[in-house]
């Protein structure tokens, strides 16, 4: 989470406040074109994002800013026939996108819109998001503020700004003024942030018959809600607390562990450790796992069987702590060097203050332990999918040097790591996430009605989920010599086609600028 939403989570567990520090919200658009009275994708391969298999070629028909018609127009590796194919009407455009695939919109369900502590601009966040073909977001705590987020959300949903459309989660306790002493005041608090436009809550904890009676507030007026069990209370309130009382999705992977705890009450934490020492915290929590009760126990099953009879949702963000098991590869990311603002790349550095800037002295130990925790955790995260839970697709980027938009398509890879097919992780990327929005009748998948959020691509993402990193993929060509494949080619939102290398383009200017502005030739990495 943003440092700023750090500290407000701490200040209201503690009683203290805590002000917001917004950034400037984006520009008006001046990419993207469209919407059209009609637009058909013609002769593309269909990945519809249900989990069924890929389709093609079809045409696919738009209509201002949804999708009218999926037809089938022929039969694979032959001629299309002709007369199969829908008329483009007057004024229509269309585009041949033969040999070319198209999936849905990704919703990326842990998305920080920036903060003022990294140094960032929404126009950045937008476009490196809208690039790698994510066209909706959950910001999921508004750490600037729950106004400036609900304009931001009114702005996209109106295409004033290339943005993915939004939406907003209000930090529990987020613009009051002193803690929550009784149930009514959370009541008070949820209708308040419901009047201002809020779709949902995220909490970190809290007392629990306060925390309680907001999640009963949250059912009643129809919003959804999201939790970081976070260590300061998971002792009393863990994921099986929050899922009884209603939560919507699950972050990360706090509160799970703990709710698998059989012959222990609390985590193994050592004589010196101290939660604000992020180093403490991440590499005892690299432990954590271990400590949970092994597949096929009474205590593994009992956990399990109830979240799934509840309708869970996790949204387990494996791409935030992949560096914990591997420092150097996150550091060297090939991507840092043309998209990463140097202002960013100087709070991911080492620092006791920057919230995920925790590699005080990180080593082989602490990497050793978080390989193992991810053995664990993603062995139960595809069990539960499995069995037939609900798992989405979040990226959790500005810290712990992940950045937007690529760290959401590092977690398709992770999810692919972990078990899933590549069908699997389409849809988790896709349609999970639109259902535990409760946006599944308007976004998610590629069907007649759905709103026009689609993803076109010149190569097949399922043989290879790499194909989606905006600095593509690294192929021998029949000469046999090494080129870049792949990338988005276009992202349409709400029927808007966005060019997703244009979009690159302009932040690597953006990061070019401010590299020359401050004098810097090269990000340097930590101590040189």
């Given at each position: ?7 407000c989570?701490?200040a ?7 002000a917001?520090?917004?950034i ?13 009275t ?5 002769g593309?391969?269909?990945i ?7 389709f093609?070629?079809a045409?696919v ?5 949804r999708i009218?018609?999926v037809?089938i ?11 199969r ?5 007057p004024g229509?455009?269309?585009?041949d ?11 990326d369900?842990h ?5 003022d502590e990294?140094?960032v601009t929404a126009?950045y ?6 690039a790698h073909?994510i066209?909706?977001v959950r ?17 996209s949903?109106?295409?004033?700004i ?20 009784t149930p009514?005041?959370a009541?008070e ?7 201002r ?10 007392r629990p ?7 009963d507030?949250?059912s ?7 939790c ?6 998971v002792?009393?309130?863990n994921?099986?607390?929050?899922a009884r009382w209603?939560?919507?999705t699950?972050?990360?992977w ?9 012959g222990?009450?609390?985590?193994d934490?050592p004589?010196?450790y101290?939660?604000?020492?992020e180093?403490h ?13 092994e597949?096929?126990s ?9 979240l799934?009879?509840l309708d869970?949702?996790?949204?387990p ?8 098991r ?6 060297t990311a090939?991507?840092?060097?043309d998209?990463t603002?140097p202002?960013?790349?100087?709070f991911?550095?080492p620092s006791?203050?920057s919230h995920?800037?925790f590699?005080f002295?990180w ?7 978080w390989?193992d925790?991810y ?14 839970g609900?798992?989405?697709v979040?990226?959790d ?11 959401t398509?590092?977690?398709?890879e992770?999810?692919?790591?972990a ?20 946006a599944g009748e308007?976004i998610g ?10 993803v ?7 043989a ?9 993929h690294?192929r021998?060509?029949a ?5 870049r494949?792949?990338g ?5 939102k ?7 290398a244009e979009?690159l ?7 070019a600028a ?14 040189r």
């Amino acid at each position: 989470m943003r440092p700023a939403l750090l500290r407000c989570a701490l200040a209201l567990l503690l009683g203290m406040t805590a002000a917001e520090a917004a950034i400037p919200p984006a520009p008006e658009r001046d990419e993207g074109e469209g919407p059209y009275t009609q637009l058909i994708l013609r002769g593309v391969t269909v990945i519809n994002g249900t989990g069924s298999p890929a389709f093609g070629p079809a045409d696919v028909v738009i209509e201002n800013n949804r999708i009218a018609e999926v037809r089938i127009v022929g039969s694979a590796d032959a001629p299309i026939d002709a007369e199969r194919r829908p008329a483009l009407k007057p004024g229509g455009r269309e585009l041949d996108l033969s040999g070319h695939y198209v999936m849905p919109g990704i919703v990326d369900m842990h998305g920080h819109i920036g903060g003022d502590e990294q140094g960032v601009t929404a126009e950045y966040v937008y476009k490196l998001w809208l690039a790698h073909g994510i066209t909706s977001v959950r910001d999921p705590g508004c750490g600037n503020g729950i106004d400036w987020c609900v304009s931001e959300q009114k702005r996209s949903e109106s295409n004033a700004i290339t943005a993915p459309r939004i939406f907003p989660y209000a930090f529990f306790g987020q613009g009051r003024v002193g803690p929550m002493l009784t149930p009514e005041h959370a009541r008070e608090w949820v209708r308040d942030m419901k009047k201002r436009g809020a779709l949902g809550m995220k909490c970190f904890g809290y007392r629990p018959e306060i925390l309680e009676a907001a999640f009963d507030e949250l059912s009643k007026q129809g919003m959804g809600s999201a939790c970081h069990h976070a260590q300061l209370d998971v002792k009393r309130v863990n994921v099986l607390t929050t899922a009884r009382w209603g939560l919507t999705t699950m972050e990360h992977w706090y509160g799970l562990p703990e709710a698998l705890f059989d012959g222990q009450t609390v985590q193994d934490y050592p004589p010196g450790y101290n939660y604000m020492n992020e180093q403490h915290r991440f590499e005892q929590a690299g432990r954590l796992w271990a400590q949970a009760a092994e597949k096929g126990s009474e205590k593994y099953e009992a956990v399990m069987t109830e979240l799934l009879e509840l309708d869970f949702t996790i949204d387990p963000t494996f791409t935030i702590y992949q560096a914990t098991r591997d420092l150097m590869r996150a550091r060297t990311a090939e991507w840092h060097q043309d998209y990463t603002l140097p202002a960013l790349w100087e709070f991911f550095r080492p620092s006791r203050t920057s919230h995920g800037s925790f590699f005080f002295d990180w080593g082989s130990e602490q990497e050793t332990a978080w390989r193992d925790n991810y053995v664990r955790w993603m062995a139960f995260i595809n069990d539960f999918k499995n069995r037939g839970g609900r798992v989405t697709v979040g990226s959790d980027s500005g810290y712990i040097y992940k950045l937007y938009g690529f760290g959401t398509i590092e977690e398709l890879e992770l999810l692919r790591e972990a078990g899933f097919h590549p069908l699997e992780v389409l849809t988790s990327a896709t349609l999970n996430g639109a259902e535990a929005l409760k946006a599944g009748e308007r976004i998610g998948s590629i069907e007649p009605g759905k709103l026009a959020d689609i993803v076109v691509l010149s190569e097949n993402p399922l043989a290879n989920l790499k194909l989606l990193y905006g600095t593509g993929h690294i192929r021998i060509d029949a000469a046999g010599e090494p080129e870049r494949v792949g990338g988005v080619r276009y992202t349409i939102k709400d029927g808007i086609v966005f060019d997703a290398a244009e979009l690159l383009a302009e932040v690597r200017a953006m990061v070019a600028a401010d590299k020359q502005a401050k004098g810097i030739e090269r990000l340097l990495q930590p101590g040189r």
